[in-house]
């Protein structure tokens, strides 16, 4: 049983996105994508759309174009307020007004002054920074009798609409981290109580569809798992995943059914793991003149594969724009079993007096971090100790000549002896 839910979404996007809305405004542009067939030389028909000037004004039947040079889709006062379910203001939004064809389903619309001839409209409302798309159904009963999908729309025109239908995500894409829980919203309404709704979600990933849960209120029936019955009766049939994987990256569409409408909500989920960055010596590196060191940067554990690492070099403290050290060697990525990746960056350090003091940094830039990472160190230059080599020479000479002391003796005592034995 599903029943009209605007006060429900109100409370809801009130404390959860805030209190800035579009409540109030009467006329919001609007691009209108309509649709032109033709029939090419061959003989088969041609479907081209194009955009054209519209707008969404909010009022009466009767009520007179705010805009009177462009298409007015004129939205009547219903039980659904579409404006209820917009966050941020105006200036945020992304409209754009559609035909919808009911794939030749002639049947009367449950709601309050519907007609079997009535034509259908989807209007979509996108956040500019992507936090939420909003797909209204909009009612139009045209003058004339009969069923008709198609009408002429003149440049200048008004339609008087109704809100019927509303699907809303405030995930249309999402960034998720490894091993985390996330629920994938989807939530609808509609203009009358007890609805026949058939709720579906499926999961693609690379050209494969799996279907993870499905619903009908007509039968009571339902396959699959992360969808609570109650909630669903509520309006919200958004879908609980399990611990994220490297598998659970691709688009999820929340699929809405209540004839003859019926919508795709699709939600794509990035998997982002940020890397973990070390190096193999400490904050500062002392080296004496003539030593060399093997300095490494590790950046482990990050998905997706690409990576940018850097060594830069600069004076600490000087303000000067960083060096970018050449001939940097890079090992191959490591691909681990839980689906992330490893890469090194390292050089051979042998530095003269003139970069003592300078600091060393690794730099790394991956999709996941908002600003890059970066480990320093410091580098202390010195020259061998002079006193501790004199004291080593003059310990050298010392000992030279403690030994000719002993061999001199031993080698006239040997020449005397020779000497007796000969005579």
Not at 58 to 73: E, K, Q
Not at 328 to 336: A, E, F, M, P, V
Request: aromatic share 10%.
């Amino acid at each position: 049983m599903i029943t009209s839910f605007g006060g429900l979404f109100l409370a809801l996007f009130s404390g959860i996105c805030g209190t800035q809305s579009v409540y109030d405004v009467q006329w919001l542009p609007c691009q209108f994508q309509d649709e032109t067939v033709q029939i090419n030389d061959e003989g088969i028909k041609e479907v081209k759309f194009h955009y054209r000037s519209a707008g969404l004004q909010f009022g009466n039947s009767g009520d007179s174009p705010i805009n009177p040079n462009a298409i007015t889709f004129l939205v009547t006062t219903s039980k659904l307020d579409m404006r209820r379910y917009v966050q941020g203001g105006e200036e945020s939004l992304e409209c754009e007004i559609q035909r919808y064809n009911t794939k030749q389903i002639v049947m009367r619309w449950p709601g309050f002054g519907a007609q079997e001839h009535d034509v259908w409209f989807t209007c979509i409302f996108r956040h500019s920074q992507g936090s939420f798309k909003l797909t209204t159904f909009l009612r139009h009963t045209p003058a004339q009798e009969g069923f008709h999908e198609k009408i002429q729309i003149g440049d200048r025109q008004l339609l008087t609409t109704s809100a019927a239908m509303v699907v809303l995500t405030r995930t249309p894409v999402i960034h998720v981290r490894l091993m985390e829980k996330q629920t994938l919203h989807c939530q609808f309404a509609v203009d009358h109580k007890q609805a026949d709704v058939t709720v579906e979600w499926v999961f693609q990933r690379r050209g494969e569809r799996t279907k993870l849960f499905s619903y009908s209120s007509r039968t009571g029936k339902s396959e699959g798992s992360g969808v609570s019955m109650k909630t669903i009766a509520a309006g919200d049939a958004s879908l609980k995943l399990p611990l994220t994987r490297q598998t659970s990256e691709g688009t999820y569409a929340c699929s809405v059914f209540i004839p003859p409408l019926h919508t795709n909500t699709d939600i794509i989920l990035n998997i982002q793991e940020p890397p973990r960055v070390s190096l193999n010596v400490g904050q500062t590196l002392s080296l004496t003149l003539g030593e060399e060191q093997k300095v490494v940067c590790e950046t482990q554990g990050y998905y997706p594969l690409d990576v940018t690492i850097e060594w830069l070099r600069e004076p600490v403290g000087s303000g000067l724009v960083p060096e970018v050290l050449k001939n940097i060697l890079y090992s191959s990525h490591r691909h681990h079993q839980d689906g992330t990746y490893s890469l090194s960056a390292f050089f051979l350090l042998q530095p003269g007096l003139e970069y003592s003091g300078y600091k060393y940094t690794c730099r790394v830039q991956h999709q996941s971090l908002g600003t890059p990472i970066r480990k320093s160190f410091t580098l202390i230059v010195t020259e061998q100790d002079s006193t501790l080599w004199y004291f080593s020479v003059f310990g050298f000479i010392i000992i030279m000549l403690g030994i000719l002391i002993w061999l001199v003796p031993q080698f006239i005592s040997a020449r005397r002896e020779a000497a007796h034995k000969m005579y």
